[in-house]
C-alpha cells in the first residue's frame, strides 16, 4: 500500500477544509453552548484555585469568607458587563490587544496584547497543572512525582486535537465539562442546604466578628486583610476577556452569540465560585497535605451519604474530581483558541512574524498552537507545575490586560460623555478598572519577590521582541518602497505614455514561456522581469504573471477583506501584463487563493503547465546582509519550497535573489 505525505497528514489531522464554502464557516462557528464549553471552561474551572487562594489568604479570620464570596460574585457580573461593551466596540475580535492598540495607541496595544499571550500561554500552563493535581488529590502522596510527567503529556494531547479543529476539541471535552457542572452544583446545593439553620445568622455573625476584630487591630487593617485576600484570589476572574479575544469562532450574529456566551460564563461563575467560598466557611475547611481544599470540603460533604447500606461518599467525591481535573484540562483549551487569535491579530500588525496569521488546511493557526503548546511546557517546567507559583503569574499578566482594556474602554466613553445613556455604561468600565488596577497592584506588591518578577521580566522581554520585529518589518517596507518607486511605480507610469497597441500581442503556448510568481509588492516582480530579460534577452516569447492569494485569519472571518484581497490580486496582475502588452510582449496572468500557499501554488503551476508546456517559472527571495535564523524566521522560505516541489516534477524554477 503506497502512502502519501497528504494521506498521513489527513489521518492524524483530518481532511482539508474549504474557506470558500459557506458550509465550512458554520461548521467551525460557536454557538453559545459550545462556546459555554469552549471558552467558558476557563473561567468556570478557575473554581478550583482562585477560591482556594482567596480563601487561605484570609489566615484564619474565616468569617470574612462570606463578604468575599458576595465580593466574588459581583466582581464576575461587574467585568462580565464590563466586557460585553468590549464585544459591542470590537465585533470583530482582539481582546485587550486591538482595543487598548485602536483607544490608547498601538505601542500601548503592543504591551497588552504582549500581556494577553503570556496570560494565554499560563492559562494553558496552570489549568493543566491544576487539573493533574485535582486528579493526584485522589491517589498516595508516593504518586506525585509524576504531576510533571503526566501535565506535560496532557498538554501535548490538548495541543494535538486543537491541530485537528476547534470543535473537534470542544466535542471530545463536552461530556467532562457537563460532568463537572452537574457534580459541583450537587455538591454546593448540598453542602449549603444541610447547613441552612444558619444561613440566616451568617452575615449578622460575620458582622459582629468583624467588629471584634477592629476593636483589636483597627479597621484599616481589617480591610487590608480582606482586600489582600480578595486580590490573591485574582485567579477567580481569568478567563473573562476570553470572549472578546475569541470573537472570530462565534456564530453568527456575533456579537449577540458573544453577549450570550460572556452572561452564560458569569452565572456559571458566580454560583460556583462564590459556592464554594461559602462551603468553606460553612464547614469550616482546613489545608490536608496532598488534597485541594475542593477535595477536602467534598469529602465532608458527602461523608454521610449512604445508599442501600453502600457509602456514596468515596466514588462521588472520585467523579467530581476527574471532572474537576477534566474541567481544567478543558480551560487549557481556552489558550488554545484565543492565544493563536492575539498572536495572529499581532502578526497582522507585524508585531510578531506573518507565519502567526496563516491557516491550516483545518484552517486552524496551526502555528500559534504549535507556539503555545511549546511555551506551555516551557512554564511547566520552570516552574515544576507548581499551581502556587503559577496562578501568581497568570494573574498579574490577566490584570494588567483587564486594567489596560478597561482605562481604554473609559477613555471611549468619557468622548462621548455627553450623550445621557452613556454615563452607565461609562460607570461601570471605569470601576472595573479601578477594582483590577487593585488586584494587580496588590498582586504584585505581595508577591514579587515570590515569583511575580518573573512575570514581569518574561513580558518585558516578549515586548522587546516585538519591537524588534516590528522594526524589521518597517525597514523592510521602506526598502521595498525605494526599489519600487525606482522599478515598479515609475515603470508602470511610463507604460501609460507609450502608443497603446490597436491589437494585444497573442499568446502562443508553443513557444518558450517566462512564469513569475509574484506577490503584492511590485518592486520584487519588476526585479525579476527586468533580470530575466538582461540575462535571457530573447528566449522566451510569452510571459504569464501568477499570484497566490494567503487566506488568513482577517480574509476568512470578514468578508469584505476576501473581497478587498481578490481586487487588489487582480489588479496588480493586471498592471504587470499592461506593462508588457505597452510593450508588445505577449502577457497573461493566473491567480489562485487557499491557506496552504505551497499546496495552493503548486495547483497554479500545474494549471499553468499544461496551458503553456514549455513553462519555466522565476521567484524573487529577498536577501539579507548577515542573514541567520531570525530573518529565516520572519520571511518564510516559499520559494525554496515551491522549488523542490517543482524539481521533483521536472519541472524548472529559478530564484533570482533581491537584497535589501
Known sequence: MKFSLSAIKQTFFGKPLDPFRSETRHHLALITFFAW????????????????????????????????????????????????????????????????????????????GSALLVDYILTIAISIASGVDALFSLLPLGWQDYKLEVSCALLGLLGYLNMRGVKESIKFLLPVFMGFILTHGILIVSGIMHH???????????????????????????????????????????????????????????????????????????????????????????HVDGETLNATVFKMITKDWVMGGINLSAPFVTISLISAAGLLITAANTGFIAGPNVLAAMA??????????????RLVTKNGVLLMSISAIGALLLTGGAVSVLVILYSINVFLTFTLTLASVTKHRWSERHELKTWPKLAV???????????????????????????????GLLIFVCLRIHRHYAHVRERMNEIEQDLGSAMFLQSGSKKELTEKPRMDPREATAVF?????????????LWVQRLFPGAFKNFIFASVGEIDTEE????????????????????????????????????????????????????ITVDFPRAVFFATKLIFENENIVHQVLHNQLAYMLQRKLHNKGQNLIIMPMKI
Open 556 to 607: 476568512f472571518t470578514d468578508e469584505a477583506r476576501w473581497h478587498d484581497l481578490r481586487r487588489d490580486t487582480k489588479q496588480t496582475l493586471k498592471n504587470y501584463v499592461d506593462f508588457c502588452t505597452h510593450r508588445g510582449l505577449p502577457s497573461t496572468y493566473y491567480h489562485d487563493y487557499g491557506t496552504d500557499i505551497i499546496e495552493t501554488m503548486n495547483r497554479l503551476t500545474e494549471r
Open 429 to 459: 468600565v471605569f470601576f472595573g478598572m479601578l477594582v483590577c488596577a487593585t488586584i494587580l497592584t496588590t498582586t504584585l506588591f505581595e508577591k514579587f519577590s515570590e515569583g511575580a518578577w518573573k512575570t514581569v521580566l518574561f513580558t
Open 517 to 529: 510568481l509574484v506577490g503584492d509588492n511590485a518592486a520584487s516582480g519588476m526585479h525579476t522581469f
Open 37 to 112: 464549553v469552549g471558552i467558558g471552561a476557563d473561567a468556570i474551572s478557575s473554581a478550583n484555585y482562585g477560591p482556594e487562594e482567596a480563601f487561605l489568604a484570609l489566615t484564619g479570620h474565616t468569617h470574612l469568607a462570606i463578604f468575599l464570596a458576595m465580593a466574588t460574585a459581583f466582581t464576575v457580573f461587574l467585568l462580565a458587563a464590563a466586557y460585553t461593551q468590549v464585544i459591542e466596540l470590537f465585533p470583530n475580535g482582539g481582546g485587550g490587544y486591538r482595543v487598548a492598540a485602536a483607544l490608547l495607541g498601538p505601542k500601548v496595544g503592543l504591551v497588552s
Open 348 to 361: 497582522v500588525d507585524r508585531w510578531m512574524p506573518h507565519m502567526f496569521s496563516s491557516l491550516s488546511t
Open 196 to 286: 441552612s439553620q444558619g444561613i440566616p445568622h451568617i452575615l449578622p455573625d460575620a458582622i459582629d466578628d468583624s467588629h471584634q476584630l477592629a476593636d483589636s487591630v483597627g479597621w484599616f487593617a481589617v480591610f487590608a486583610l480582606f482586600f489582600r485576600a480578595f486580590s490573591l484570589g485574582g485567579g477567580t476572574y481569568t478567563g473573562l476577556e476570553s470572549v472578546s479575544s475569541s470573537m472570530r469562532s462565534f456564530a453568527e450574529p456575533r456579537v449577540k452569540t458573544a453577549k450570550a456566551t460572556m452572561w452564560a460564563i458569569a452565572f456559571s461563575l458566580a454560583f460556583t465560585a462564590g459556592g464554594i467560598i461559602v462551603l468553606y466557611l460553612l464547614w469550616d475547611v482546613h
